[in-house]
């Protein structure tokens, strides 16, 4: 069954000041992407943040972000500062509060969508 129009599979909202934008997904979009989340932990003896490895991407000028997951349906790119990388984990200085749920599985094509939207 084709989406209509009002069922759009995802609307990206990019913001202005930021160039961050926000990608709203359909629930259709979400399980067809098999779209995972994890949620950020503790780093190990109180050392920042900790996410799986999976989360974590790369930009062309080397810079590191998560997609987060603020509201169903809702996600939003988000920068991390990492320390390491070790055993299939994250550890960063800077990035989402624990328990913020970030994408493991589909951040790539969050990426693809935040910056092709042909506008």
Do not use: C, H
């Amino acid at each position: 069954m084709a989406e209509t129009a009002s069922e759009a599979a995802a609307t990206v909202e990019k913001n202005a000041t930021t160039g961050i934008a926000r990608i709203t997904l359909s629930q259709r979009a979400i399980e067809r992407l098999e779209l995972l989340t994890d949620t950020v932990k503790p780093g190990s003896g109180g050392a920042g943040i900790m996410f799986p490895y999976a989360a974590l991407l790369y930009d062309a000028q080397g810079k590191t972000w998560v997609y987060t997951n603020p509201e169903p349906l809702l996600y939003e790119r988000q920068a991390v500062t990492v320390t390491k990388v070790e055993a299939g984990a994250v550890t960063a200085s800077v990035g989402p509060a624990v328990g913020t749920p970030v994408v493991t599985v589909a951040a790539a094509e969050l990426f693809g969508a935040e910056f092709n939207t042909g506008k």
